[in-house]
């Protein structure tokens, strides 16, 4: 691995001191805000692990809610066997296993089908688990009781988050993100220089699976009754789309640009106006293909590139 | 047999959905993930129409047909088109328009859900016994898959048989050689959309007559429609006739065999088969 440049330790540095902080919360607030941060949190890891794989292949992975179910349900069977710790871990295989088979079928083939076949994977796997579970057991929900409070699922998604962060961080600067780059942006080029792009898209699409599963599984002792239509909710693959691609994913921090607002947007949303969710959600699609392709982040850097543009003039006509 | 004739019967209507959705993506190259949304919301005028002025559905259709044509080209003229013009290539077409219909899709199914509510909604139209080969058919099934024949065979000729119909398939197979010949393959394009939503919406208004409906079951059939078009081969007519058909018979023999909540499984142990052995679809010729 080559060293780290000082730039990079300062962003390091930087994204360390913000975690820090980010774990102080719950020192200061125990209740609505709490409650709030915790799906901020959620769904800041969420996304970024999904932007881990869909920002450079720009395939849209609507994947989301099967992981993060199948997350849910390690943690619903395994509670009363197992220590909670190694939950965590088998649900990471898990969900690394799913998206592996997923891939392999999909991936080396065009990018639509992956689209379609992530479409209803979510309803997929949701049948399967309700048909095993009145097949083999009485009951189709399950208990989840620990002694785990709204603060420590808080503080393990910020240790998450922050892992999911240092990951993506990793790889952009491994031989994996160099080649995803180069997919991404033509994937011929890629395979004639000799990327196996088959191969790196299906590990990253692991990576990213493992993550969402884990999130899953940390989100159980929240529910504490567990059923195949909450753990499967499909809106969670939608929100997570709409929340990255707003922020925008071709920064490490792009996603969580979009995840503040809107998270705090559809809380507001479902409290009000519980009929006019999908309308809302329908419009921030619309707004994201036809206002804002790049996200938010993509606007910045144009407003950037602008303005030093201008500096860059402004700098001549003076000299001159 | 039993369960063949109702499998047959079912695909009949899937066939619609699925040749409206090959048109879309086909010729218009929009994959149009709110065509459920289409199917749904003719469910309800069919259903509004037979309940508040009496009109059989399948008169229904003369108006249900030309409205759902209307509408879609003004979605693909205002929404999709300059999607198409901006799209620098094919990949960055697709994720756009999957993002943008999408949209269309929650957009649709938010206002029905709040015009409609979100019950489950039925009527009862020439619900009276069939015989075929000893074993009884509702009488509404069969009248349905014999008028998705009948417009499945409509469309056959349309497209086989007259000089718009080709001009529509040399779009599908390449639009810059179409363009080349003389084909104006943005007008093609936005009726190919449009005729494909009109498709969609005939089997939607067939459905409502057997089926019962709520204003969020869109997404279901879409995802359906979408395997069918992939096993038959994107573009391909006989093919998405042929895998509907065997969508509809895998279907109903996992319902009747094995447990009426595996349905979507069955739909997709299909799916992985196709992408594993023929992903080019049926009838498809593997690229060279």
């Known amino acids: ?320 | 047999m039993n369960i063949l004739i109702t499998g047959i019967l079912l695909s009949g209507t899937y066939a619609l959905i699925a040749l409206g959705l090959t048109l879309q993506y086909g010729v218009a190259r929009i994959m149009n993930l709110g065509n459920g949304e289409t199917l749904v919301a003719a469910c309800f005028v069919a259903f509004w129409l037979y309940t508040g002025f009496a009109i059989n559905p399948l008169v229904g259709l003369l108006l249900i047909a030309p409205g759902a044509f209307l509408i879609n080209l003004v979605i693909y003229l205002v929404a999709l088109q300059p999607l198409v013009k901006r799209a620098k290539n094919r990949g960055q077409l697709e994720v756009d328009s999957i993002l943008a219909t999408f949209g269309l899709l929650f957009l649709l199914q938010g206002l029905m859900i709040v015009a409609f509510g979100g019950e489950y909604r039925s009527y009862t139209f020439l619900a009276e016994r069939f015989d075929i080969l000893g074993n009884s058919y509702g009488l509404n099934r069969i009248v349905a898959f014999v008028a998705a024949a009948a417009i499945a065979g409509a469309l056959w000729f349309f497209l086989y048989r007259t000089r718009q119909g080709t001009a529509m398939r040399a779009v599908a197979v390449d639009p810059n050689s179409a363009n080349l010949v003389a084909i104006d393959v943005a007008r093609t394009a936005a009726i190919a959309f449009a005729l494909g939503g009109a498709l969609t919406a005939c089997g939607g208004a067939l459905i409502s007559t057997f089926y019962t409906f709520n204003a969020s079951m869109g997404v279901i059939f879409t995802m359906k429609a979408l395997i069918i078009v992939i096993m038959g081969g994107v573009g391909d007519i006989r093919g998405a006739i042929l895998a509907a058909l065997i969508l509809g018979i895998s279907e109903t023999l996992v319902a009747s065999l094995i447990d009426p909540g595996l349905t979507l499984a069955a739909t997709y142990a299909l799916f992985i088969l196709v992408l594993l052995f023929r992903p080019q679809g049926i009838f498809g010729r593997a690229p060279t």
């Open chain 1, 1 to 320: 691995m080559t060293p780290f440049t000082n730039d990079e330790l300062k962003w390091l540095g930087a994204g360390a001191i913000l975690f820090a902080v980010a774990a102080l919360l719950p020192l200061v607030d125990q209740g609505f805000y709490l409650s709030l941060s915790v799906n901020i949190m959620l769904y800041a890891a969420l996304c970024t692990a999904w932007a881990l794989f869909s920002g450079p292949t720009h395939y849209v992975s609507l994947a989301t809610a099967a992981f993060y179910g199948l997350g849910t349900y390690t943690v619903g069977l395994g509670i009363d066997a197992m220590p909670y710790p190694l939950l965590l871990a088998i649900a990471a295989l898990i969900g690394a296993a799913l998206a592996g088979l997923v891939g392999a079928a999909t991936l080396r083939i065009s990018g639509v089908y992956f689209v379609i076949f992530t479409f209803g994977l979510a309803e997929l796997v949701r049948q399967l688990v309700t048909w095993t579970q009145t097949k083999f057991a009485t009951a189709i929900g399950l208990y989840v009781f620990t002694d785990l409070f709204e603060q420590h699922i808080y503080w393990m998604l910020v240790a998450l988050t922050a892992a999911v962060f240092l990951t993506a961080f990793l790889i952009n600067r491994s031989r994996l993100g160099f080649a995803m780059q180069i997919i991404g942006n033509d994937e011929t080029v890629a395979r004639h220089v000799g990327i196996d792009t088959a191969r790196s898209k299906i590990v990253l699409f692991m990576i990213s699976g493992a993550f969402i599963a884990v999130a899953g599984a940390i989100m159980a002792p929240r529910y504490s009754y567990i059923e195949p239509p909450s753990a499967f909710n499909p809106m969670i693959s939608f929100l997570v789309v709409i929340m990255a691609l707003l922020g925008g994913t071709k920064r490490l921090w792009g996603p969580l640009v979009g995840v503040i607002p809107f998270t705090i947007l559809m809380d507001q949303v479902s409290a009000r106006f519980p009929n006019h969710t999908m309308i809302v959600i329908g419009l921030a699609f619309l707004a994201i293909v036809y206002l804002i392709p790049n996200g938010v982040t993509g606007l910045l850097e144009q407003a950037r590139a602008r303005w030093k543009a201008r500096a860059a003039r402004m700098g001549q006509e003076k000299a001159a």
